[in-house]
């Protein structure tokens, strides 16, 4: 027991260091290279060269803040549902869930710009939320009538095509220029955040966050099982509707922000709990959270400068680092 705290405690202090020193390559690598110390002089409010200045606190330190939350909110999300569907190949990205969302936000769009009107951030969420919810009962509707967890995963993935696909057919004969604008963000990217989208993403992350933290004894005990969990005073319903609509939020909240993320939501969680060995709610949570974020970080990062100045899809790059993950995942699943 002792040493297994003493390898969560070495986990954690490494994947924080390891998120500072990507956070700073974030915000110091890109076309314009900006030193270590004038960083330092910025961000403490000290004088600087003025487009620096813009640079950072405008472009990169928001873009960097971004990825450190959406990637903790999807590895959080992917946990969430494999908890309830008891099985580590799902996440919101193969269910189709961060897909929908996308698709949701797109006719949202859609609809408000054709009536001269301006679409909100608030209502964005609002508008990938009800998508996230209507991916998850159509999954759930699947789960009732298919016992196979492969062919549920095949539905999903087909479900995210579908609506990928109608997504980017809306995309491509849009006239408004602020929807064919929607093309980088429709396959995924954190290019353009700014600190107004921060102050609604953030709140949002931090509550579904709490509210995970809050489950953390019922979602350890529901991971061994209904009849346990019912022993010892789990409300199962109760704790299912949570997972369901946590999940949603946090998946939802991304897509509305960066559009859809893929495979950090299932790989991150499989690859923590191959690193601590274990499973345990107490520990997965915040050490997802982590892994989410430095993994996203590093993919932003190599998105932005790997090909500069031409920045690719964050999305391509997760999917480029994170695939063969579950891929390995689901091989070895097979053969057990």
């Known amino acids: 027991m002792e040493a297994k705290k003493k390898k969560n405690t070495v986990f954690f202090i490494l994947t ?8 700073w390559a974030d915000i110091a690598l890109g076309s314009s290279d900006i030193g270590l110390f004038e960083i330092l002089e910025i961000l403490s409010g000290k004088s600087g060269d003025k487009v620096h200045y813009d640079i950072i606190m405008n472009i990169r330190l928001p873009r960097a803040i971004c990825a450190f939350f959406t990637g903790g909110a999807l590895a959080l999300s992917g946990y969430l549902l494999q908890t309830f569907f008891h ?3 799902v996440g919101p990205y193969v269910l189709g869930i961060s897909s929908a969302s996308k698709l949701s936000v797109a006719l949202c769009m859609i609809f408000f710009l054709s009536k001269g009107l301006s679409t909100g ?9 009800i998508g996230a919810i209507l991916a998850m009962a159509f999954v759930l509707l699947v789960s009732l009538k298919v016992k196979s967890m492969s062919v549920l995963v095949v539905c999903g993935i087909m479900t995210g095509y579908i609506c990928s696909a109608v997504t980017d057919l809306l995309v491509t004969f849009a006239d408004d220029s602020n929807i064919v604008n929607l093309h980088n963000w429709s396959m995924g990217s954190l290019s353009g955040i700014n600190w107004r989208e ?4 953030i709140p949002l992350i ?50 509305a922000f960066a559009g859809p993320i893929a495979f950090v939501g299932i790989a991150v969680p ?3 709990r191959g690193v601590l060995k274990t499973d345990a709610a107490g520990v ?30 964050i999305s391509s790059v997760t999917a480029v680092f994170l695939v063969p993950v579950v891929i390995y995942l689901m091989v070895k699943r097979k053969r057990e």
């Open 198 to 201: 921060l102050k609604l993403l």
């Open 87 to 89: 099985n580590p190949i």
């Open 16 to 23: 924080l260091i390891m998120i500072l020193i990507l956070l």
């Open 270 to 272: 499989h690859l923590v």
């Open 206 to 255: 931090l509550f579904s966050a709490l509210l995970t933290i809050l489950l953390v004894k019922p979602m350890g005990a529901y991971r061994l099982g209904e009849v346990y969990a019912k022993s010892v005073g789990v409300n199962i319903l109760l704790l299912r509707i949570m997972l369901i609509l946590i999940s949603s939020l946090l998946s939802a909240t991304v897509t």
């Open 121 to 129: 951030l608030d209502m964005m969420v609002i508008s990938a939320f």
């Open 284 to 313: 997965m949570v915040p050490a997802g959270f982590l892994g989410g974020a430095l993994i996203t970080i590093f993919c932003d990062l190599i998105s932005r400068t790997l090909f500069a100045p031409t920045e690719v899809s």
